[in-house]
Structures are given as structure tokens and as C-alpha cells.
């Protein structure tokens, strides 16, 4: 398709490696998306996905996948669902994918598109993210799709030791795609962050955006851990 191919070339022109390359072009990224935007489907458009949000900024989606440098046995964690399109992508590169999208209709709809794509190795959740019930457990991964205006601590505490978290970090105009590996061998905590590429995002649900801020978001790790309270799993 004449449209798919500058699409990858585009992202190829941008520095995305190729490994997260092969994972994008294996995903049929159509199926993703209302027919009435195929237009905008082979581009670096954000689409319209439903419940006042669209898809992410393809650009910058691959480069965050692409800091995780997710390998076969890999676990991950993916904060925003939203239209199950990158879902797909990191499905493609990790043994298993656990998903959580605030919106239920949308994880609804992400669900039946991923399965359909044939992926099976992913556990969908409909919630907020930064207030969990239950355990999850450890992750190797974790990618958030939204911005978070200070470090999400709730999220990257489920990192394993040797994990990566990636986030958009900074205020709604703009943020800066963020990076923390969990070294516990790091002389000090900021040793493990590391900042890249300017990036723009929809807010986080919850106590970490600016959408739903309340109180002050204590810097430090949380004492518990959990899953949203409404939930869908394959």
C-alpha cells in the first residue's frame, strides 16, 4: 500500500529502530481506527478515537516504545490503551502486555481490535492507573501515553530491578519524554532518570495530571500498589 509505505518511511526518517520498525509494520493499523479517518490512518495525524481523545502522536509513540528496548520475555505495562493501536505494536514485542485505559468504552473497543489482530498475551483494564485496589505485580516495562506533571512514583514503583518506565513529564503545552531505569546500584535516584525528545500529550487521569489534580502529589514511592476497581480481562 502506497500510503502504508510512506507512513514507515516517515517513521524510518524520524530514527526509529528497527526492531520497533518491523513491530509497526506488522500491526494492520486501519483496524484501529473509525473507516471515516482511513485518510489519516497512513499519517502523523492524531485521530479521533471517541470519548473526546485521539491516538497519539505515531512519532512519538515509536520512540517511547523504542527507549523500553523490550525483548521476547518481556512484560510490560501500558498506561492508555486508547484505540489498542499501540497495544498491538508492543503485543508484537513482549510475551505479555497489561493495559489500562481510563475510558471503558474505549478499552471495550481496544480489547476486541487486538484480539482480532490475533494477539493474546494481553490483560485489558478499564480505571484510573495511579489508584490501584489489588495487585498487579512487577513489571519490566512500563509506558505511559499520557503526560504526567511530576514523576508518576505509583507507576515506576512497579518497575523490576534492571526495568524501564517511560512517560511524557512536563506542563500541558509541552512535555519531554522521560526515561528511569531501576539501577539499584545508582549512587543517587536522579542517576537513573534520563530526559529525551520533546513530545505533546493528553493529560493522566488522576493525582499525577492536571486534569483531576487535587491535593499535592507526594514525591516519593507509594506505600501500596493495586488494580483499577472496573476491570476487563482476556
Not at 110 to 135: C, L, M, N, Q, S
Request: charged share 30%; hydrophobic share 35%.
Amino acid at each position: 500500500m502506497k500510503d502504508k509505505s510512506r507512513y514507515l518511511k516517515l517513521l524510518k526518517e524520524a530514527g526509529i529502530g528497527e526492531t520497533v520498525m518491523d513491530a509497526i509494520e506488522s500491526v494492520d493499523k486501519p483496524r484501529f481506527f473509525d473507516r471515516i479517518f482511513a485518510e489519516q490512518v497512513y499519517t502523523l495525524d492524531r485521530i479521533p478515537i471517541g470519548a473526546g481523545q485521539k491516538s497519539d502522536d505515531p512519532v512519538a509513540m515509536a520512540r517511547m516504545i523504542g527507549h523500553l528496548d523490550i525483548k521476547k520475555g518481556t512484560r510490560v505495562l501500558e498506561v492508555g490503551t486508547g484505540s489498542g493501536y499501540s497495544t498491538a505494536v508492543l503485543a508484537t514485542l513482549a510475551k505479555e502486555v497489561v493495559t489500562i485505559e481510563f475510558h471503558e468504552d474505549l478499552a471495550r473497543l481496544a480489547k476486541e481490535r487486538v484480539i482480532g489482530e490475533g494477539h493474546r498475551g494481553v490483560r485489558f483494564y478499564a480505571g484510573d492507573a495511579t489508584d490501584f485496589d489489588g495487585p498487579l505485580g512487577d513489571f519490566d516495562a512500563v509506558i505511559v501515553f499520557a503526560a504526567c506533571m511530576r514523576t508518576p512514583y505509583f507507576l515506576i514503583n512497579t518497575v523490576k530491578p534492571g526495568g524501564v518506565a517511560v512517560y511524557p513529564m512536563g506542563p500541558a503545552h509541552q512535555q519531554q519524554i522521560a526515561c528511569f531505569t531501576n539501577n539499584e546500584e545508582a549512587r543517587k535516584v536522579s542517576d537513573n532518570f534520563r530526559f529525551y525528545e520533546m513530545c505533546s500529550f493528553d493529560s493522566i487521569r488522576g493525582v499525577y495530571g492536571w486534569v483531576d489534580q487535587g491535593e499535592p502529589v507526594p514525591d516519593h514511592e507509594p506505600e501500596e500498589r493495586g488494580v483499577p476497581e472496573k476491570s476487563e480481562e482476556q
